[in-house]
């Protein structure tokens, strides 16, 4: 608890990602992580790897752009530095480490800081200027942040931005259960989504770590465009 408080203290962010816990949340994400880092690692390396293999490796003159990106713990950056001449990070509230990186980075890559359960004009048009967009365990968080205007419509202006990109990828969990269950419950209810490319189970919450029975999510990756 020190050192996230610490953490809290010392991350340059807008006053309101604070207020809203954005910034809370965020640490949480990274603690949450590394205490269960062994049962994340699949999950992790499946979503780097269903990006890569989308993209290709042929570098490119154009840009990226990455919503929601966090840690950036479910993305290949060096491939993704090799792959394209810009990378931009959007999110409500970027990470100490991932500051500094993008400070060092030339120029390479680049933050937006913005809220995104409704699209800013100018996260709109990153969009439309990227040749892809990626967006990665992000969907079904925004209805639940302060500033949603509700599931169905937060949904329906992300799938929007992404497919306003040149190309685009979706990976979203889609279903939640305890590990103890056969039974999915829906965490995205009366909203279609694209067909998946790929799907996989991703333990989220080992037992012990929220509740007795732990969690598992099933994720869905897809390419859109």
Do not use: Y
């Amino acid at each position: 608890m020190l050192l996230e408080a610490l953490e809290w203290c010392l991350t340059p962010c807008p006053w309101a990602s604070r207020r809203d816990g954005f910034l809370a949340a965020q640490i949480a994400i990274r603690h949450r992580a590394i205490r269960c880092r062994k049962a994340w690692r699949p999950h992790l390396e499946s979503c780097k790897k269903f990006t890569n293999e989308s993209i290709g490796r042929g570098p490119s003159d154009g840009s990226a752009l990455i919503l929601g990106s966090g840690h950036l713990r479910d993305f290949d950056l060096p491939f993704l530095r090799r792959r394209f001449r810009k990378i931009v990070l959007a999110d409500a509230v970027h990470p100490l480490e991932i500051q500094i990186l993008a400070r060092f980075s030339k120029g390479k890559i680049q933050l937006a800081t913005e809220g995104l359960a409704v699209p800013s004009p100018q996260v709109q048009n990153l969009a439309k200027q990227s040749e892809w967009a990626i967006s990665c365990c992000l969907l079904s968080q925004l209805p639940l942040g302060p500033n949603s205007p509700g599931a169905a419509e937060t949904c329906s202006a992300h799938l929007a931005l992404l497919q306003s990109s040149q190309s685009a990828i979706l990976i979203t969990d889609t279903a939640k259960r305890t590990m103890d269950s056969v039974d999915w419950h829906s965490l995205i209810e009366n909203h279609p989504l694209p067909t998946a490319n790929e799907t996989w189970t991703w333990c989220i919450a080992p037992p012990g770590e929220a509740g007795k029975d732990g969690e598992e999510r099933l994720v869905a990756a897809a390419v859109l465009n």
